[in-house]
């Protein structure tokens, strides 16, 4: 299979109640899909207030119910190197408002390393080395490798960040590894593990679900051709999708 370069689809909804409800039926649907391709559903998380109201969303919709749960693996883009159960991780916010609410395998919920007293340089090899362990082994009838995640969703930041990969970093750089270590974040908490961009476009697609009028002037500048903001790197192989509200396209021309 070769890369694909997908023109990204915009989808603009009233507010981020509104985005993040129609997030929702998209993403139950992409499971549901998925599955009855007869594919274990591979999705990545990410963090942040409108995810975590996706994920509220999909716990309550009577739409979930027709997803067998038990047949996700969930992963993560990225997460604040915190101690296991901190409030500020990513994983902890997916696992209040949507993993514990359904029934999943225990065994297919992929949470990066928390700090536990290692090094992020040790989480972020870990991880790297659980997608490989889990993900080499997707392929097609003919033994061709095909995208590794069915849904992988991202929140873009003022800055133009995505999942920790941010503007000028090194990380940003990183093709011979699917997670690395952040420090010197510029927004707490200091530490943190990413995917990388290869790792990232490794998606059939990639929403990026964006709300509010602080994450406009990014947005609008990740959509130019010319672009070298982190959120212009990661592409669907399939499809690429801005799901945005009002606010945070405002300034799209």
């Not at 972020?124 to 061709?144: F, N, P, Q, V, W």
């Not at 995640?149 to 995505?162: A, N, Y």
């Not at 059939?204 to 709300?211: A, D, P």
């Amino acid at each position: 299979m070769t890369d694909r370069v997908v023109d990204p689809e915009l989808l603009i909804h009233r507010d981020a109640s509104g985005l993040a409800h129609a997030v929702a039926a998209r993403f139950v649907t992409a499971l549901v899909d998925a599955q009855s391709n007869g594919r274990v559903a591979q999705v990545v998380l990410t963090g942040g207030r409108v995810a975590a109201a996706v994920y509220r969303a999909v716990a309550e919709s009577p739409a979930g119910r027709t997803i067998d749960w038990r047949r996700v693996e969930f992963w993560w883009g990225d997460e604040r190197f915190l101690p296991p159960g901190d409030p500020e991780r990513n994983e902890t916010q997916a696992r209040d408002a949507l993993l514990s609410q359904v029934d999943v395998d225990p065994a297919r919920v992929h949470p990066i390393p928390a700090d536990t007293g290692q090094t992020a340089e040790v989480a972020a090899e870990a991880y790297a080395t659980e997608l490989a362990a889990t993900l080499s082994a997707l392929s097609d009838d003919k033994g061709r490798a095909v995208p590794a995640f069915d849904v992988l969703m991202l929140g873009v930041g003022p800055d133009g960040h995505v999942a920790s990969l941010f503007p000028g970093y090194p990380q940003l750089e990183v093709t011979d590894v699917s997670a690395v270590a952040v420090h010197d974040s510029p927004k707490p908490p200091p530490t943190r593990v990413s995917l990388t961009v290869p790792a990232l476009n490794r998606s059939r697609e990639v929403w990026f679900v964006v709300s509010g009028a602080d994450k406009a002037e990014a947005v609008a500048e990740a959509l130019k051709e010319t672009s070298t903001l982190p959120a212009s790197a990661p592409k669907g192989r399939n499809r690429t999708l801005w799901l945005l509200d009002e606010d945070a396209a405002a300034q799209i021309q």
